[in-house]
């Protein structure tokens, strides 16, 4: 079973920095084609925030480029985004994601960012 570790969010202001990092802690022996974050605010629907493939091949969306910068670590089976120029409509619940060989698609519990303007 997949087993997702966050860590990192919380409260910053306006233009400010944050750093989440997961860990895919299981110890599943198998494949992990896709490591990112979703986002999702409070009344609206979860969104994807970036991906990154084993290849290292990166997807953002439009409202983070530039801004936020996703990277992973195969070895560890971890994965960071890094988040600058953070925006008060950045507020969200993030949470890890991944794609497994093992445990196909999987979200893990999340953690609260919150940018005050």
């Known amino acids: 079973q997949v087993q997702l570790v966050e860590s990192g969010g919380g409260l910053v202001q306006s233009g400010g920095s944050l750093r989440l990092s997961c860990a895919e802690a299981?110890?599943?022996?198998?494949?992990?084609?896709?490591m990112g974050w979703y986002r999702q605010a409070p009344g609206k629907q979860r969104d994807l925030v970036a991906t990154i493939s084993t290849s290292g091949s990166t997807n953002y969306a439009n409202s983070v480029k530039g801004r936020f910068t996703i990277s992973r670590d195969n070895a560890k089976n971890t994965v960071s985004l890094q988040m600058n120029s953070l925006k008060p409509e950045d507020t969200a619940f993030y949470s890890c994601y991944v794609y497994t060989s093992y445990g196909g698609h999987s979200w893990g519990q999340g953690t609260q960012v919150t940018v005050s303007s």
């Open positions: 299981s110890g599943i022996i198998g494949s992990i084609y896709v």
